[in-house]
């Protein structure tokens, strides 16, 4: 039969235990002694002498507390094990904790770069790298294009946000909203400089060309807003309105009517035929007053903007069914990042700009000129091409020697029928676009000098005050019929 005790014990004394070491007690002798002696005074170490199984009711250090009169003793500090498995424990939940939290930091910083990705990417396809714009304008090769939808390229690029809308700045137009465009099947119709164009007919039967461009990124909201609806306010029969747009930081959707006979470029640069020729006189002159109107009125009303337009190309001149030509991408300098105004836009590639650094009122005006001389040599001018202004490859260059050289009939576009007893108007023409073109900004032409020279073109009338007025060296020149010397019956 075991010994049981019960109650909280004291630790001995040295002294005690001493004794007790010396003496051979059996376990009855044990019993009397700590009755006699010590019955309130258990030891630490009891469990040497006695078999303490069964005394439930031990306590104190080193066993569990006691429920009443825990002061009575101090507690026994606790060995260097427990107190390492203790630091140990608490080190290791530590580091776990650490660790759950940066798990959780890095899921949630993924999730965020994750979305911001998606809504980043465009639901419409990529132009691809920028890139200088290439000119292919054989129409039989537009034609072999297949429709696309939209939206394919939104399943493959990511859904469109819909907390925008399309903004309409025409009230004559039906209303559609982002979705119908984007169910709406469409048609590439060239990559740029600044994006793509698609061709796309909503439900209604509306034919229209939505413009993407990708380098608007710098513009903040109320800017952009502010500038659309001013642009939205300008109506001239020489200007292609801009219908509805769509704001996103990261691009710009710019809405207009399709016009059937597309680009002037098209009809300029394209491979011609008996069933396909090239545009004949009558209706190049047309064009060309057209544009000049467009631009007389662009000086009029936005008196502000140093460059009216500021990308003035054959590309961006549009012709409607009855050959009417409409002016597109004007006046978009405000909004353009800066840094691809600098190197894409035909402002940029003057020569004031190239020589001097700075734009003015005239640099317009060498864009007419140029425009002029691509329209009556058929020519394309190969310095758009490069960044910045080239004088050898210079549309300019070549026409001002071929004049010199007194060969001012190989000049004119060898396709352009219609030219019979048109010899005034296209030699007038011509030295206006040369003085257009003057590298010197200061003796160049001012636009409403030419606006009213070129509307005041008419066959069988030749200015013969032009050449007094004007101080182009080879403007000036006068070019007899000997240096006219292509055939005039066509």
């Avoid at 569990?64 to 140990?88: A, I, R």
């Avoid at 911001?116 to 090769?141: F, H, I, M, V």
């Amino acid at each position: 039969m075991g010994i049981s005790f019960m109650g909280k014990y004291l630790i001995l004394n040295k002294r005690t235990l001493s004794w007790l070491a010396s003496k051979t007690m059996t376990s009855r002798d044990l019993y009397r002694k700590a009755l006699a002696t010590w019955i309130l005074s258990p030891f630490q170490n009891l469990s040497c002498f006695v078999d303490i199984a069964g005394n439930k009711n031990l306590c104190g250090p080193p066993l569990s507390p006691c429920s009443s009169d825990s002061g009575s003793s101090p507690d026994l500090p606790s060995s260097p094990t427990e107190k390492n498995k203790n630091q140990s424990f608490f080190i290791i939940a530590i580091v776990l904790i650490v660790i759950g939290i940066i798990l959780m930091i890095i899921s949630l910083v993924v999730c965020i770069l994750h979305t911001r990705r998606r809504k980043s990417l465009s639901a419409y396809p990529s132009a691809g790298q920028d890139r200088t714009e290439k000119y292919n304008y054989d129409q039989s090769t537009d034609k072999d294009k297949a429709a696309d939808s939209v939206t394919s390229y939104t399943s493959r690029r990511g859904a469109v946000p819909d907390q925008n809308k399309l903004l309409f700045l025409q009230d004559d137009i039906q209303r559609f909203d982002l979705q119908d465009l984007l169910r709406a099947s469409a048609e590439v119709l060239g990559s740029g400089s600044f994006g793509s164009s698609y061709k796309t007919g909503i439900n209604s039967g509306q034919m229209l060309v939505v413009k993407r461009y990708k380098h608007m990124n710098n513009v903040g909201r109320d800017e952009f807003h502010e500038h659309m609806r001013r642009l939205g306010r300008l109506k001239h029969p020489n200007l292609l309105p801009i219908v509805a747009y769509y704001y996103r930081r990261e691009e710009k959707l710019l809405i207009a009517e399709f016009m059937p006979n597309r680009s002037l470029a098209s009809h300029l640069h394209a491979n011609h035929s008996v069933d396909q020729p090239g545009l004949d006189w009558p209706t190049r002159l047309k064009i060309i007053q057209g544009v000049a109107k467009g631009l007389g009125y662009l000086f009029n009303e936005l008196t502000t903007l140093t460059i009216p337009h500021g990308h003035l190309k054959s590309s961006n001149v549009v012709l409607d069914e009855s050959f009417e030509p409409l002016l597109t991408d004007y006046a978009l300098r405000p909004v353009m990042n800066s840094e691809q105004s600098h190197n894409l836009m035909i402002s940029y590639k003057s020569p004031e700009y190239s020589l001097k650094g700075h734009l003015t009122k005239k640099t317009d005006v060498w864009c007419l000129g140029v425009l002029i001389l691509e329209l009556l040599t058929g020519r394309f001018p190969e310095n758009y091409l490069s960044q910045g202004y080239d004088a050898n490859m210079s549309l300019v260059t070549w026409v001002s020697n071929m004049v010199k050289e007194k060969k001012t009939g190989d000049v004119f576009d060898k396709e352009m029928t219609g030219k019979k007893n048109c010899k005034a108007e296209m030699l007038n023409l011509l030295k206006i676009g040369l003085s257009c073109c003057e590298e010197d900004e200061e003796r160049r032409m001012e636009m409403r000098d030419a606006v009213e020279k070129i509307e005041r073109l008419k066959e069988g009338e030749f200015d013969n005050d032009f050449a007094s007025t004007t101080h182009n060296v080879f403007a000036s020149r006068l070019i007899d019929d000997d240096d006219f010397g292509f055939a005039m019956n066509r």
